[in-house]
């Protein structure tokens, strides 16, 4: 908290009469010595001092396996799950090894590349896919990709639906995309097929931050997918810095 210093400055004013000859003049008036401001204890001053603040957690240096409650995903899958962990993604597999919970979560530039990468290949193919392999050179953008940069994480879904609905006619019902209300500054629901397995995804952009939630079974409802995905990510908003 920045301290106020307070000065008080007293002006002395003398204002002498006219004389005329033989007159004194008048005396000054006799004004009393200032006095000395309160003393205050240092015990007492520095117990008034607010804490200073503390510093807000690194997103890239937070363990996603902690955003989730155990207990809200056996509620969730109706099953015991086991945690585990990689790098800025924790994988929750069920007791019965055939449905899973899977918390991804990226900041700044990272997260702004995923946008980005997705961009460029639904412009290339309409399709997208991803390497798993965090080593490989990444591959540098068109220039028309790259201007994008500058837009927020939540401008760059909005990019990214004009591009799907646009240039790959992607226009799907509701149970198989839509937007979320209330979660960041941006959300939406989005079913994956990836032919042995089905997924629901939920992602959620805030300011920097990017979080994503999917269920994965051989075979999903999609209300179902999307009911687990929204509330789990949603407890998983609530501890991200």
Known sequence: MPKRVLSLVILAVLLSACSTSGSTPAPAAETAPPEAPPTVPVEAATAALPPPPTAAPDLAALDPCTLLDPASLEAALGEATTPSPGPGVCVFVGASGTQSVTLATLTGDTAKALFLDTIAQLQ??????????????????????????????????????????????????????????????????????????????????????????????????PATARSIGESLAAEALTRLP
């Open 124 to 221: 290339d193919n309409c399709s997208v896919s991803f390497s798993m392999q965090g080593d490989a050179t990444p591959t540098a953008f068109p220039p028309e990709i790259q201007a994008m940069s500058g837009l927020s994480l939540a401008e760059l879904i909005e990019a990214q639906e004009q591009v799907q609905r646009e240039q790959c006619g992607f226009a799907p019902t509701p149970d198989q995309y839509q937007r979320l209300e209330g979660l960041g500054d941006a959300a939406y629901f989005q079913v994956l097929n990836l032919g042995f397995v089905q997924s629901g995804i939920v992602v959620i952009v805030r300011g920097d931050n990017y979080l994503s939630v999917t269920y994965a079974a051989p075979t999903i409802d």
